[in-house]
């Protein structure tokens, strides 16, 4: 089965509200996160990353949240804006299996006026 | 910086024919990877290189798929022959890779595969 999962796949926010994407994984072993942004006809964009060894990480706009007890990583983006719609991939790197990711399904962001 | 740059863009065949991808990484990016992406869901790991090494291809369909990175630099991704099931989109990712505390992975655009 996957390790990486996502618990909703679409969501949708208005312009100006705060957007939370949620991601479950079930490998302990797995060290390192990262998230992916990616609008249509693009590849994956890097947005932030977090090891296993901190429970938060802040970017511009961007927070994300480990929580290794119950395995879930969730993103929060601060006032969304209408740029922001795209979908959301969570990925894990587990220790020691080299440097490949294992990617989740995704979520569509949908911004709304 | 210069991107990840992949070509072509789009490609349509026929099922049973061949085709090949280019990947040109990140200068300086030691480990290369290919990607499959089908439409809906993530991207699910080919094969990774490190320089001209295969690091892990234990997910790649060895009897049609093939990929190489000779000089450590630019990779090429074959199939022969294709399927239906392979239309996908092919994304090229590098990364530094000398490490794992901190491994970003940059993507290209991807080649979008038409099998009909």
Known sequence: ?113 | EAGVAQSPRYKIIEKRQSVAFWCNPISGHATLYWYQQILGQGPKLLIQFQNNGVVDDSQLPKDRFSAERLKGVDSTLKIQPAKLEDSAVYLCASSLGVSNLKNIQYFGAGTRLSVL
């Open chain 1, 1 to 113: 089965g996957e390790s990486v999962g996502l618990h909703l796949p679409t969501l949708s926010v208005q312009e100006g509200d705060n957007s939370i994407i949620n991601c479950a994984y079930s490998n302990s072993a797995s060290d390192y996160f990262i998230w992916y942004k990616q609008e249509s006809g693009k590849g994956p964009q890097f947005i932030i990353d977090i090891r296993s060894n901190m429970d938060k990480r802040q970017g511009q706009r961007v927070t994300v949240l480990l929580n290794k007890t119950v395995k879930h990583l969730s993103l929060q983006i601060a006032a969304t804006q209408p740029g922001d719609s795209a979908v959301y991939f969570c990925a894990e790197n587990i220790q020691n299996s080299g440097y490949a990711l294992n990617f989740g399904k995704g979520t569509s962001l949908l911004v709304t006026p």
